[in-house]
T-cell receptor
Framework: DGGITQSPKYLFRKEGQNVTLSCEQN?????MYWYRQDPGQGLRLIYY???????QKGDIAEGYSVSREKKESFPLTVTSAQKNPTAFYLC????????????FGQGTRLTVV | GQQLNQSPQSMFIQEGEDVSMNCTSS?????WLWYKQDPGEGPVLLIA?????ELTSNGRLTAQFGITRKDSFLNISASIPSDVGIYFC?????????????????FGQGTILTVHP
């Protein structure tokens, strides 16, 4: 089945540690996105990538880093520089075209302990 | 940057009532999408709109693409408890502003829907 997979579903991190969230898609989509969602809130764009080996900062990129070495994969690293990393992280993918539709993974809930 | 204003922020309704929510923007969008997010899950696409004035239904859901291309609304008729969740709108300009925003989607802040049995 085609889809977008995030792993793990739940992640615990000690303060001061970097952690990497996985996102893989087999939809042959060019574009991939990372969003952060805080409880009861909307989606805030962290980073997005239109094409392999290229990515742009979103609205809240500070304290995060990404890579796009393969079309299928867009991992997000939450660094120790991110002051408030506990949140629900969502990955999405879409065609980079018009019109387009984005499809989301199931999300990763990160908790800093 | 582009912003979508989604309202209301939250709604508390009785089972069986109809629901209406909308998104507005100061910019023109050429695609409107509506998503639903269940607690602890990723958003799921409900309806996609591609033409100004378009009215599209998906079961009890109806969405319209505003004629000015700056707004869209979603209606849910005869609500049921499983309609509970967060509803998001998303827009896409589709115009190639130097190739940096052609395919990018902008999301609204979401409407939290609670349905009382």
């Amino acid at each position: 089945d085609g889809g977008i997979t995030q792993s793990p579903k739940y992640l615990f991190r000690k303060e001061g540690q970097n952690v990497t969230l996985s996102c893989e898609q087999n939809l042959n989509h060019d574009a991939m996105y990372w969003y952060r969602q805080d409880p009861g809130q909307g989606l805030r764009l962290i980073y997005y990538s239109q094409i392999v080996n290229d990515f742009q900062k979103g609205d809240i990129a500070e304290g995060y880093s990404v890579s796009r070495e393969k079309k299928e994969s867009f991992p997000l690293t939450v660094t120790s520089a991110q002051k408030n990393p506990t949140a629900f992280y969502l990955c999405a993918s879409s065609r980079w075209s018009h019109p387009t539709e984005a499809f989301f993974g199931q999300g990763t809930r990160l908790t800093v302990v | 940057g582009q912003q979508l204003n989604q309202s209301p922020q939250s709604m508390f309704i009785q089972e069986g009532e109809d629901v209406s929510m909308n998104c507005t923007s100061s910019s023109i969008f050429n695609t409107w999408l509506w998503y639903k997010q269940d607690p602890g899950e990723g958003p799921v696409l409900l309806i996609a709109l591609y033409k100004a004035g378009e009215l599209t239904s998906n079961g009890r859901l109806t969405a319209q693409f505003g004629i000015t291309r700056k707004d869209s609304f979603l209606n849910i008729s005869a609500s049921i408890p499983s309609d509970v969740g967060i509803y998001f709108c998303a827009g896409q300009t589709g115009r190639d502003a130097g190739g940096t925003s052609y395919g990018k989607l902008t999301f609204g802040q979401g409407t939290i829907l609670t349905v009382h049995p």
